[in-house]
């Protein structure tokens, strides 16, 4: 089995963005807020959405099921206010929700959390609880920059964080570490605030000592953790300048690293340095990179031919698209035991 647990709702339907820009536009001029009602998007439109692009894609490179959760650029959480990002968070998850309803065996629902800057952390949580107990979420993303690119909010190890960790503790759910729209010019959304992000939230996971307060805790970094795999020597050392444990006893019982490396080189280098245990498999299909590599003849984000011509040992294979998945998501892993799977 394969598991991708990097999937965003990319393809939703136009009414959704409409949806979206009249809530926006109300900012300036509140009479004019729409009601969540007014969003009418149809089963069959939902399946005209996902049945020629990700099922298709999925069925294509032989994956089986996808971990899916709403558009990361379209969270955008510097807009508006909590309220604002509350309301957005509910109508985006509820969709996912239903693509995993009507599709129970190829897609698991993760959850947008209602992030705004300034706000608490602790506001997220009758969200995330929503999405746990009705909606059968099995992770959830989480913003480490609320502001759209200007880092205001405090570091990931920050005890304002601690409400929502105690939460995500008790459920037993993990969180991918994932930003949303860049409002900076100087950072590209995809190609620069994407990966940034990854390695800042690694480094500041170094710098602190979450884990020892949330021993159980589990975080997912994507898009092959940025630059920590390249530079996994300068990480191990600024741990040692800091008095830190080695990372792989300070933050690899709790960190994890997904797939979405879009070339050979680099997937081999995140498989050669990372340990197999701490990598999941992942492709973000109709992601930021959406074309074909004219030196291969396929897509940039078919991640499954990456791993497979990487050179691992049979169980490892297995481990990476199936087995460190049911480890890291255990409520992922009750479904799929419960489907008989």
């Given at each position: 089995m394969i598991i991708?647990?990097?999937?965003?709702?990319?393809?939703?339907?136009?009414?959704?963005?409409?949806?979206?820009?009249?809530?926006?536009?109300?900012?300036?001029?509140?009479?004019?807020?729409?009601?969540?009602?007014?969003?009418?998007?149809?089963?069959?439109?939902?399946?005209?959405t996902i049945e020629p692009n990700q099922l298709r894609l999925m069925d294509e490179r032989g994956i089986d099921l996808t971990v899916f959760s709403p558009r990361a650029s379209f969270m955008a959480h510097?807009?508006?206010?909590?309220?604002?990002?509350?309301?957005?968070?509910?109508?985006?998850?509820?969709?996912?929700?239903?693509?995993?309803?009507?599709y129970p065996k190829r897609f698991a629902p993760a959850a947008m959390l209602p992030q705004s800057p300034g706000a608490d952390p602790a506001t997220c949580i009758p969200e995330l609880t929503r999405c746990v107990e009705d909606f059968g979420a099995v992770a959830l993303n989480l913003n480490p920059d609320p502001s759209g690119g200007h880092w205001t909010a405090p570091p990931l190890t920050d005890r304002s964080w601690y409400p929502l960790y105690e939460k995500m503790a008790e459920y037993d759910i993990p969180a991918m570490i994932h930003v949303s729209t860049s409002v900076n010019p100087a950072f590209h959304t995809t190609g620069a605030h994407y990966l940034n992000a990854d390695t800042t939230a690694f480094m500041q996971l170094v710098q602190g000592d979450l884990?020892?307060?949330?021993?159980?805790?589990?975080?997912?970094?994507?898009?092959?953790?940025?630059?920590?795999?390249?530079?996994?020597?300068?990480?191990?050392?600024?741990?040692?300048?800091?008095?830190?444990?080695?990372?792989?006893?300070?933050?690899?019982?709790?960190?994890?690293?997904?797939?979405?490396?879009?070339?050979?080189?680099?997937?081999?280098?995140?498989?050669?340095?990372?340990?197999?245990?701490?990598?999941?498999?992942?492709?973000?299909?109709?992601?930021?990179?959406?074309?074909?590599?004219?030196?291969?003849?396929?897509?940039?984000?078919?991640?499954?031919?990456?791993?497979?011509?990487?050179?691992?040992?049979?169980?490892?294979?297995?481990?990476?698209?199936?087995?460190?998945?049911?480890?890291?998501?255990?409520?992922?892993?009750t479904l799929l035991k419960r489907q008989g799977r």
């Open positions: 991708d647990c990097h999937g965003h709702y990319t393809t939703a339907p136009p009414a959704l963005a409409t949806w979206r820009d009249r809530q926006i536009a109300a900012l300036t001029d509140p009479s004019a807020i729409p009601a969540r009602a007014d969003l009418r998007i149809s089963d069959d439109e939902l399946r005209e510097h807009i508006g206010d909590f309220q604002t990002s509350s309301t957005w968070a509910a109508i985006c998850n509820e969709l996912c929700h239903r693509i995993s309803q009507l884990f020892t307060d949330f021993p159980t805790l589990r975080l997912v970094i994507p898009h092959g953790g940025g630059a920590v795999p390249y530079h996994w020597g300068r990480f191990r050392g600024l741990a040692m300048a800091l008095g830190k444990p080695p990372l792989e006893q300070h933050v690899l019982d709790n960190v994890y690293f997904d797939t979405c490396v879009y070339h050979q080189p680099g997937s081999d280098l995140l498989y050669e340095v990372i340990p197999t245990r701490n990598i999941l498999f992942a492709s973000e299909m109709i992601g930021a990179v959406r074309d074909i590599d004219p030196c291969t003849g396929h897509h940039f984000d078919d991640t499954r031919r990456y791993a497979e011509a990487a050179g691992l040992p049979a169980h490892d294979l297995a481990a990476v698209q199936e087995h460190n998945a049911r480890t890291v998501y255990p409520r992922l892993d």
